[in-house]
């Protein structure tokens, strides 16, 4: 402890002299700024703060110090002295230490050029490696590339064998077939890299080639030349021909000559087949048509002077069968349309005989199944698209779709029943529908063509007909009737025929030339109506005619056709125009008393309604004496009159509803003061016990 503060005493007085020593006054540089700032710092200190400040003289306190310095110096000596032998120990110690570490930096350093040995190799043995990786997957490049090369130019004996001595529809033949194509074509490849090894297969290859060739044409001519044969269904072989499709394909990869060969051979030996099938299955068709047909004189204006025995059969002769749809709208149902065709020989054998558009329907269905089937066919086997495909085709089809246009044209020119020919139209719109589901384009040009040929007869034959009903004079019908005319019914039937069969697929050109017709036969009915010489017989007239149309019409056209809204429209005009007709006789001075007291209520002269006291009293009277009587007359004479009892019927409740609205308008216009104090007001009939009356006379039927 002694020693500690001895040396903490000294170091202060060491800092002491070198504050002093600091100060050097001998200096140069001395600036007396720097003396003061020393003395500023000398007086900082603590000891001497606490010698100034208790007034101690330096010099006594210079040599205190000094002699303390000395004691501490001793004491020092001597503990220094009493740890000589551990300071000695401490010595060795660390020699000892120093040796140690010696030793270790020699094997340290020793480690270290080992290690950089070791890196050296490691670094060495990775250049090494990837040189060996490099020289690995060369060489497996080069052994696949070589490999490859050589299986694929290889042509083994099995190969050989089997083109040369195994029939080509053995499966084993097709698989070497392939080998062999793909063995050519890599051949090919590898002879444009100028690859040296091709030379050596090449005269091989070429030799099994032209084998091949020779055996896959013998089998396909052969197949082809099988489609000639009489009573052959060509379906079966060409079913057999798609199996192997290969052929043609490896042919044409190879010998374009031989496939062009084939493809001509197959060409003209099918077109042929088509061409004499469907001639033959036309003219046979034809033969199993009605008899009578429609013909220039059968026109919808043309007297009906046809005579039916009680056991004659129905013909198409009659007029009224010319313009009736019946059963021949089923050809266009789903059912129908993709029947079985018809069989002639088993239809001359049963005596069985068909419209037109059944045969049309029948004949363009065996050319659509044919085509269709040809078509993919062709796409299959010769793979060909687009206009290749559309062009083969036509090479095929061409010749008997010629024929059949042909045929169309001739038959089409002399034909005047406007229901087969329209039926014919939407059979060809189905199909065309039914073909492009099937996604075969082959024959659309061939519908296109035979509409074009189609649709103008049928506006040839309408026009025919409407200036038929234009020209047509009344008087030169016959007698007088008025019942429905034939004329009218034969509009009916032909219009709801039209309709019906234009739901499904609507055409503006129908619907025009339909209107036109239409305009003519309300023309026609008004000429006819205008025969009769009283008004009432003209009203009961076109009410039958115009009640027959619509009965006709709302049978096949729906509710909101333009034909069925416009014979409403008459019908309803007419209906009540006649039901003001048939109430004017008996009820005729009320109706028009009732207007008259009305129309003067209105303009507020009341005073003239008392001249017609008496007149009003007839009335009362008058009505409530006959009125009975009056309604029987009616009622029967009106169920006399029509033909259709449900629309007499009618006309019936109208009136008697009309004349209940005019009675009860009559008991209004006596309620009002000028007739309000009649005595005879009291004879009136009351409403409700007219009603009851009136309900009496509805029928049940």
């Given at each position: 402890?002694?020693?500690?503060?001895?040396?903490?005493?000294?170091?202060?007085?060491?800092?002491?002299?070198?504050?002093?020593?600091?100060?050097?006054?001998?200096?140069?540089?001395?600036?007396?700024?720097?003396?003061?700032?020393?003395?500023?710092?000398?007086?900082?200190?603590?000891?001497?703060?606490?010698?100034?400040?208790?007034?101690?003289?330096?010099?006594?306190?210079?040599?205190?110090?000094?002699?303390?310095?000395?004691?501490?110096?001793?004491?020092?000596?001597?503990?220094?002295?009493?740890?000589?032998?551990?300071?000695?120990?401490?010595?060795?110690?660390?020699?000892?230490?120093?040796?140690?570490?010696?030793?270790?930096?020699?094997?340290?350093?020793?480690?270290?050029?080992?290690?950089?040995?070791?890196?050296?190799?490691?670094?060495?043995?990775?250049?090494?490696?990837?040189?060996?990786?490099?020289?690995?997957?060369?060489?497996?490049?080069?052994?696949?590339?070589?490999?490859?090369?050589?299986?694929?130019?290889?042509?083994?004996?099995?190969?050989?064998?089997?083109?040369?001595?195994?029939?080509?529809?053995?499966?084993?033949?097709?698989?070497?077939?392939?080998?062999?194509?793909?063995?050519?074509?890599?051949?090919?490849?590898?002879?444009?890299?100028?690859?040296?090894?091709?030379?050596?297969?090449?005269?091989?290859?070429?030799?099994?080639?032209?084998?091949?060739?020779?055996?896959?044409?013998?089998?396909?001519?052969?197949?082809?030349?099988?489609?000639?044969?009489?009573?052959?269904?060509?379906?079966?072989?060409?079913?057999?021909?798609?199996?192997?499709?290969?052929?043609?394909?490896?042919?044409?990869?190879?010998?374009?000559?031989?496939?062009?060969?084939?493809?001509?051979?197959?060409?003209?030996?099918?077109?042929?087949?088509?061409?004499?099938?469907?001639?033959?299955?036309?003219?046979?068709?034809?033969?199993?048509?009605?008899?009578?047909?429609?013909?220039?004189?059968?026109?919808?204006?043309?007297?009906?002077?046809?005579?039916?025995?009680?056991?004659?059969?129905?013909?198409?002769?009659?007029?009224?069968?010319?313009?009736?749809?019946?059963?021949?709208?089923?050809?266009?149902?789903?059912?129908?349309?993709?029947?079985?065709?018809?069989?002639?020989?088993?239809?001359?054998?049963?005596?069985?005989?068909?419209?037109?558009?059944?045969?049309?329907?029948?004949?363009?269905?065996?050319?659509?199944?044919?085509?269709?089937?040809?078509?993919?066919?062709?796409?299959?086997?010769?793979?060909?698209?687009?206009?290749?495909?559309?062009?083969?085709?036509?090479?095929?089809?061409?010749?008997?779709?010629?024929?059949?246009?042909?045929?169309?044209?001739?038959?089409?020119?002399?034909?005047?029943?406007?229901?087969?020919?329209?039926?014919?139209?939407?059979?060809?719109?189905?199909?065309?529908?039914?073909?492009?589901?099937?996604?075969?384009?082959?024959?659309?040009?061939?519908?296109?063509?035979?509409?074009?040929?189609?649709?103008?007869?049928?506006?040839?034959?309408?026009?025919?007909?409407?200036?038929?009903?234009?020209?047509?004079?009344?008087?030169?019908?016959?007698?007088?009737?008025?019942?429905?005319?034939?004329?009218?019914?034969?509009?009916?039937?032909?219009?709801?025929?039209?309709?019906?069969?234009?739901?499904?697929?609507?055409?503006?050109?129908?619907?025009?030339?339909?209107?036109?017709?239409?305009?003519?036969?309300?023309?026609?009915?008004?000429?006819?109506?205008?025969?009769?010489?009283?008004?009432?017989?003209?009203?009961?007239?076109?009410?039958?005619?115009?009640?027959?149309?619509?009965?006709?019409?709302?049978?096949?056209?729906?509710?909101?056709?333009?034909?069925?809204?416009?014979?409403?429209?008459?019908?309803?005009?007419?209906?009540?125009?006649?039901?003001?007709?048939?109430?004017?006789?008996?009820?005729?001075?009320?109706?028009?008393?009732?207007?008259?007291?009305?129309?003067?209520?209105?303009?507020?002269?009341?005073?003239?309604?008392?001249?017609?006291?008496?007149?009003?009293?007839?009335?009362?009277?008058?009505?409530?004496?006959?009125?009975?009587?009056?309604?029987?007359?009616?009622?029967?004479?009106?169920?006399?009159?029509?033909?259709?009892?449900?629309?007499?019927?009618?006309?019936?409740q109208g009136a008697l509803t009309q004349l209940i609205q005019y009675y009860h308008r009559f008991h209004k216009v006596l309620a009002q003061p000028p007739f309000k104090n009649l005595a005879a007001r009291s004879e009136l009939i009351n409403i409700h016990h007219l009603?009851?009356?009136?309900?009496?006379?509805?029928?049940?039927f």
């Open positions: 402890m002694a020693t500690e503060v001895m040396e903490g005493q000294r170091m202060q007085a060491v800092g002491g002299e070198m504050l002093m020593g600091e100060l050097d006054i001998t200096s140069d540089e001395f600036i007396l700024d720097e003396v003061d700032t020393h003395i500023q710092a000398n007086l900082e200190d603590e000891l001497v703060k606490e010698a100034l400040k208790t007034g101690v003289d330096l010099r006594h306190y210079s040599k205190q110090v000094e002699t303390e310095l000395q004691y501490i110096e001793h004491a020092s000596i001597k503990d220094y002295i009493k740890e000589s032998e551990n300071i000695a120990s401490l010595h060795n110690q660390i020699t000892a230490c120093d040796t140690i570490l010696e030793r270790m930096e020699q094997m340290l350093s020793t480690f270290q050029c080992d290690l950089s040995s070791i890196s050296c190799e490691i670094q060495t043995l990775q250049e090494q490696s990837i040189a060996m990786n490099i020289k690995l997957k060369n060489r497996q490049s080069v052994r696949s590339e070589l490999s490859q090369l050589v299986d694929e130019l290889i042509v083994p004996n099995t190969m050989i064998t089997t083109i040369l001595d195994i029939p080509v529809t053995e499966q084993q033949f097709v698989e070497q077939l392939h080998e062999l194509n793909n063995k050519i074509n890599y051949v090919k490849e590898q002879s444009f890299k100028e690859t040296l090894a091709c030379s050596d297969v090449q005269d091989i290859l070429d030799r099994l080639k032209i084998k091949a060739v020779s055996k896959i044409r013998e089998f396909i001519l052969q197949k082809i030349y099988s489609f000639r044969k009489p009573m052959t269904n060509y379906q079966v072989p060409q079913n057999a021909l798609l199996k192997y499709r290969f052929f043609f394909q490896f042919l044409l990869a190879n010998e374009r000559q031989v496939a062009k060969e084939i493809r001509d051979e197959y060409v003209d030996t099918v077109s042929k087949i088509y061409l004499s099938y469907f001639k033959s299955y036309s003219s046979r068709l034809m033969k199993v048509q009605y008899e009578e047909v429609a013909d220039k004189d059968d026109l919808m204006g043309v007297e009906d002077t046809a005579k039916k025995g009680f056991f004659s059969k129905p013909s198409l002769k009659n007029r009224n069968t010319i313009f009736t749809l019946g059963n021949r709208g089923n050809v266009i149902a789903s059912s129908e349309l993709e029947a079985p065709i018809i069989v002639p020989h088993a239809a001359q054998k049963n005596d069985t005989r068909y419209p037109f558009e059944s045969l049309f329907r029948s004949q363009h269905y065996a050319l659509l199944d044919n085509s269709c089937r040809e078509y993919l066919f062709l796409c299959d086997f010769f793979m060909v698209t687009g206009n290749s495909a559309q062009d083969l085709f036509n090479a095929i089809m061409g010749k008997t779709l010629s024929m059949f246009l042909k045929h169309m044209d001739t038959y089409v020119a002399d034909c005047y029943d406007s229901i087969a020919v329209f039926l014919s139209i939407h059979i060809i719109l189905r199909f065309k529908t039914m073909m492009t589901k099937r996604n075969v384009p082959a024959v659309d040009k061939y519908w296109d063509t035979l509409l074009e040929i189609l649709w103008p007869r049928f506006e040839f034959i309408l026009e025919l007909n409407t200036q038929n009903i234009r020209t047509t004079d009344p008087q030169k019908l016959g007698a007088l009737d008025t019942r429905p005319h034939y004329v009218t019914r034969r509009y009916a039937e032909f219009s709801s025929a039209i309709v019906s069969i234009n739901e499904t697929y609507p055409n503006e050109k129908a619907h025009s030339l339909l209107a036109q017709l239409q305009m003519e036969v309300e023309n026609f009915v008004l000429r006819m109506a205008a025969e009769f010489s009283s008004r009432r017989e003209q009203l009961i007239f076109l009410i039958n005619n115009y009640d027959m149309m619509l009965g006709v019409l709302m049978e096949r056209a729906t509710d909101d056709s333009k034909e069925v809204e416009s014979f409403q429209q008459l019908l309803g005009a007419r209906t009540q125009e006649f039901i003001e007709e048939i109430l004017s006789p008996p009820f005729g001075g009320m109706m028009a008393f009732v207007k008259e007291a009305e129309g003067l209520l209105e303009k507020g002269q009341v005073e003239r309604l008392k001249a017609e006291e008496g007149r009003a009293v007839t009335l009362v009277r008058g009505f409530a004496g006959s009125w009975k009587q009056s309604v029987e007359g009616l009622s029967q004479d009106v169920m006399r009159s029509f033909t259709n009892f449900k629309n007499g019927t009618g006309i019936i009603m009851v009356e009136v309900k009496k006379h509805k029928p049940n």
